[in-house]
């Protein structure tokens, strides 16, 4: 039992500067209306190494990488992480202002990390895969993002 209980370190992250920085304004942005979730992203971010755009590998998460990931309740599931006014649970589409968005920004494939649901309780999630993201995904621009948020 004590197994399950156990906190284990959280994983180095790498975000890229044009995440970092697009992510910071949007947590910042959003403090009021979601203090919890805009403090947990603004921990990540600051814990994160920030590299140029061009210098992160392929294989770690960043805003509109589509990835897979199974979790410590058997789920095995493919998502692609967005800015708020993209989200859509359906088509898998998370929002980086959720708990489990905010736990797989700059994790690379390989990497695990524990994270606490809204409803208290703590995960733990392993990224399998991820693809980088397509240049539409790429081409949203700063204030649209802080618009959707709104």
Do not use: C, Y
């Not at 990540?44 to 294989?59: N, P, Q, S, T």
């Not at 095995?76 to 708020?84: E, H, Q, S, Y």
């Not at 999630?125 to 991820?130: D, I, P, Y």
């Amino acid at each position: 039992m004590a197994q399950a209980n156990k906190k284990h370190r959280k994983p180095a992250i790498t975000v890229t500067r044009t995440d970092s920085e697009r992510l910071w304004r949007l947590a910042e942005s959003f403090a009021d209306r979601n203090p919890a979730v805009a403090e947990g992203l603004i921990a990540e971010l600051d814990r994160a190494k920030v590299v140029d755009d061009g210098r992160l590998a392929a294989d770690v998460v960043r805003m509109g990488s589509s990835l897979r990931f199974i979790s410590d309740l058997g789920e095995d599931r493919r998502v692609t992480l967005v800015f708020p006014g993209e989200a859509d649970i359906a088509e898998g589409k998370v929002s980086i202002l959720t708990p489990i968005g905010v736990a797989l920004i700059g994790l690379a494939a390989g990497q695990s990390i524990d994270w606490t649901a809204r409803d208290g309780r703590t995960h733990r999630l392993t990224v399998e895969s991820v693809d980088a993201p397509g240049s539409l995904a790429e081409s949203v621009t700063p204030s649209a993002e802080l618009r959707a948020a709104s």
